[in-house]
């Protein structure tokens, strides 16, 4: 059974920068792609960022393109969110999320991935 564990995450004000990281344990082949989600009170959870772990193609979600960067340590088996030029709307838990190769496509969607993280909770004030 694979454990994702996530970190970082808290409040910022706008136009801030903050970083996720998720580490999974043990090793797994059966992960090629890590995504990360979020949710926000009342709404549905979104696929924000996802990286295809051999060869580390990502895909982002329209909001978040050009101030998100999700990336890899694979020696760690850690994956990272850096979030900048934070905005209110970015409000909501993140989840780290892992699954096969299937996953990673655009959109990568929910019942793809088989593991999960416990969320962080990311605030963004204005």
């Known amino acids: 059974q694979v454990q994702l564990v996530e970190s970082g995450g808290g409040s910022v004000e706008a136009g801030g920068s903050l970083r996720l990281s998720c580490t999974g344990s043990?090793?797994?082949?059966?992960?090629?792609?890590m995504a990360w989600f979020r949710q926000a009170p009342g709404k549905e959870r979104e696929g924000v960022a996802a990286?295809?772990?051999?060869?580390?193609?990502?895909y982002y979600s329209d909001s978040v393109k050009g101030r998100f960067t999700i990336s890899q340590n694979s020696r760690e088996n850690t994956k990272y969110l850096q979030m900048d030029s934070l905005k209110p709307e970015d409000t909501a838990m993140y989840y780290c999320a892992a699954g096969p190769s299937g996953a990673c496509k655009w959109p990568f969607v929910r019942p793809d991935f088989t593991y999960w993280g416990q969320g962080a909770q990311v605030t963004v004030s204005s």
């Open positions: 990286i295809y772990t051999i060869g580390g193609h990502t």
């Open positions: 043990p090793y797994s082949t059966l992960i090629s792609c």
